[in-house]
């Protein structure tokens, strides 16, 4: 495409970005100015494509797929800086556009993977492909267009297709939508308390509370917010069991309050709508075909291992229960134990147990220095420098760190936005604003990690939890999954990889958080600057697999109604509560335990559908992780540099350049084994008490 028209378009998405990241000029942009942008990002595209598909030559390599490769930047741009605002910092015009242009880059996909002259294209020189010449990454490329068009419907018949586009654009708008009505019902719920209220809480949780408040125009009270930082510590900490209760009635509820943010019917029509595509694919239902293209590659193969983790986690989790109905009695109470009870009571007992206080932990985990920590395992990993850079963003509280490697070369721009506000969807998530490519020249990314950590009054540290400090480390690897990443082909970058692969990145780095040497020096107390004292961080390693039945439940629950819900071979009629209900009486959900995520606001399921039928993944990518981290311990050195190495070239910056399976073999010399993962979670004997 022409861009020399560029550089003088007063639509700041639209001019080239210039400086020395060519970051957007976020302080130029306006909500105002999306959706003119993608209207004409979106022609040049179809030009683009139209261009390839009727190009008189015969088709090659270079005038098909690398000359789709080529196209789309302009588009990649705006819907890039989009996303990272519907994510991160949106507003209702915001909101507005996004419901407007979410059918039409549905339906724009749609004219590209249903485009009959440009898959006869690329089905012409994949029959071919022996003959071509192509170098391995080459024909990794060409593979994975003819599995993309194949897989979006390109082969069928003008009728399915019809039907397809029509259930890809519904899809689309549901999934926006289901997104939407979840943050409204987060922001439209806050526990408003007096100073009396507040009993139990430590001093970092009163001024989160405090903080929050404010940010609210409260100031004086007290605010519990349905961020997860937020009433997880409230559940954890509160001795108020009435206000416990209160709050976690409203976060299980989120999209199931009725009214205009109720998400249920939006779930049934999303359910029914993928399996009819599924059927129309050829696959006897959602699941299936989902996992046909997945390192798993069938339902069963997903369920074994959840069913094995499941009957372990079980096991444990009653255990658990057990001996935190004993603390209720031992305080002279004689209730059940309820689910709004379970992370209070385990607070108590591991104080108990391993005189461990979370509350005692918290100052030493200081986020700027977790963020070091985790800058410093990049470091002696993979030799990567962080230097902070000051460059305008899309929000005060975002920061930006230039990376480069040994030899001094820029290897990335990474930012970090941590804090939880109103504009911001609840989790933690990896994005980018560019991706690594050598195509159209060695461009390097711009990778994002966003956070919703509870923000500190202003001139106080802000404090985590370890679980946040896991987050952060999690997040962080996702983005070295970006950063290294070092491909010629923009298909296969970074974490274009199956989603039951990617999460190894991720929860591998999660790993070093928890390796003595990192913590000794990153785990500074926020007032006096000294360590945390040898004793402490040994307790605190010493909980590893406490309450670890707990959270396998908490989890592997969600995996396995997932599963169910998408192995639906149709689902018309779905009454979702009692769906729901129902799967969890099938798989015998301990009732002192609520998932994770229930369907209402499952938003890896249903807000995009990333990880609808997919939500095994973590479970799946943590028996490689497990494994891959297993491959330092059997070295003795967490830092292995042989061992590092490899994982860098085979794992961080191979992006999708193998199969997954021959990936982690090329790393490891062998496919992994599910012992460590179970080891790792303490699974390792059914019932073996509460630690
Ligand atoms: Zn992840």
New binding site residues.
């Given amino acids: 495409m022409n861009r020399a028209h560029s550089a003088s378009d007063p639509n700041p998405l639209l001019a080239d970005w210039t400086g020395r990241f060519r970051l957007p000029p976020f302080a130029a942009i306006e909500s105002g100015h999306f959706r003119p942008a993608f209207d004409r990002a979106l022609a040049a595209h179809r030009a683009e494509i139209d261009a390839i598909a009727a190009d008189p030559d015969a088709p090659s390599f270079g005038n098909t797929i690398a000359a789709l490769e080529k196209s789309g930047h302009e588009l990649d741009s705006v819907a890039n800086v989009f996303f990272v605002l519907t994510g991160a910092d949106t507003s209702e015009e915001i909101e507005a556009v996004e419901r407007d242009v979410s059918p039409l880059l549905a339906r724009h996909n749609n004219g590209l993977y249903l485009n009959q002259a440009l898959y006869a294209r690329i089905s012409d020189l994949y029959e071919r492909r022996e003959a071509l010449g192509l170098d391995a990454e080459q024909a990794r490329v060409l593979e994975r267009y003819q599995t993309r068009f194949v897989r979006a419907g390109a082969a069928l018949e003008k009728a399915a297709q019809d039907r397809l586009a029509t259930i890809n654009e519904r899809l689309a708008s549901l999934g926006t939508q289901f997104g939407q009505n979840v943050l409204a019902d987060e922001k439209s719920f806050v526990m408003l308390l007096e100073e009396a209220d507040l009993a139990g809480l430590p001093d970092f949780a009163r001024a989160a509370a405090s903080a929050a408040a404010e940010e609210r125009g409260q100031a004086g009270k007290y605010a519990i917010t349905l961020a997860r930082s937020s009433v997880e510590t409230f559940l954890q900490f509160s001795s108020r069991r009435d206000l416990r209760e209160r709050a976690f009635q409203a976060w299980i509820r989120r999209g199931e309050n009725g009214g205009a943010t109720d998400n249920r019917a939006l779930i049934a029509e999303m359910v029914a709508l993928r399996a009819e595509r599924a059927k129309l694919l050829g696959f006897a239902s959602f699941a299936d075909y989902r996992l046909d293209d997945q390192m798993a590659k069938t339902p069963a193969a997903a369920r074994q291992l959840l069913d094995e983790v499941w009957r372990r986690a079980r096991a444990k989790a009653a255990a658990e229960r057990d001996a935190l109905h004993a603390l209720i009695v031992k305080e002279g109470a004689n209730f059940a134990l309820a689910p709004h009870d379970w992370r209070y009571y385990a607070e108590k007992l591991r104080k108990a147990k391993f005189d461990l206080d979370e509350a005692e932990i918290k100052p030493y985990l200081q986020l700027d220095k977790m963020i070091e920590a985790a800058f410093e395992t990049a470091r002696k990993l993979f030799g990567l420098t962080f230097t902070q850079v000051a460059v305008p963003l899309y929000h005060p509280d975002a920061r930006a760190w230039e990376v480069t490697d040994a030899q001094g070369r820029h290897i990335a721009l990474f930012i970090g936005d941590y804090f939880a506000r109103s504009s911001k969807h609840s989790g933690a998530w990896m994005t980018s604003l560019r991706d690594q490519e050598k195509l159209s020249g060695d461009i390097r990314p711009i990778v994002l990690n966003v956070c919703n950590f509870s923000k500190p009054a202003a001139g106080e540290p802000a404090l985590l939890s370890f679980d946040d400090a896991r987050t952060l480390f999690?997040?962080f690897g996702?983005g070295l999954h970006g950063m290294l990443s070092n491909v010629t082909y923009p298909l296969l970058a970074g974490t274009a990889v199956p989603s039951d692969f990617v999460?190894l990145p991720?929860q591998l780095y999660e790993h070093w958080l928890e390796v003595p040497q990192i913590l000794e020096r990153y785990a500074l107390h926020a007032r006096t600057g000294q360590p945390m004292p040898k004793a402490l961080l040994n307790r605190l390693l010493a909980t590893r697999t406490f309450n670890q039945g707990f959270a396998t439940v908490e989890y592997t629950a969600c995996a396995l109604v997932d599963l169910d819900l998408h192995s639906l071979p149709e689902a018309a009629g779905l009454d979702v509560t009692e769906y729901e209900r129902r799967d969890l009486e099938r798989i015998v959900m301990p009732p002192e335990i609520v998932m994770r995520h229930r369907l209402p606001h499952f938003q890896h399921l249903f807000s995009g559908g990333g990880y609808a039928a997919g939500y095994y993944s973590y479970m799946w990518s943590e028996v490689l992780d497990a494994d891959a981290f297993a491959a330092f311990e059997e070295r003795g050195d967490a830092f292995d540099p042989a061992t590092a190495e490899r994982l860098r070239d085979y794992i961080y910056s191979a992006g999708n350049l193998r199969e997954p399976a021959k990936a982690y073999e090329a790393f490891r010399g062998r496919l992994p084994m599910v012992d460590a993962l179970l080891k790792k979670r303490g699974l390792t004997e059914p019932g073996s008490g509460a630690e």
């Fill in positions: 999690h997040e996702h999460e991720s």
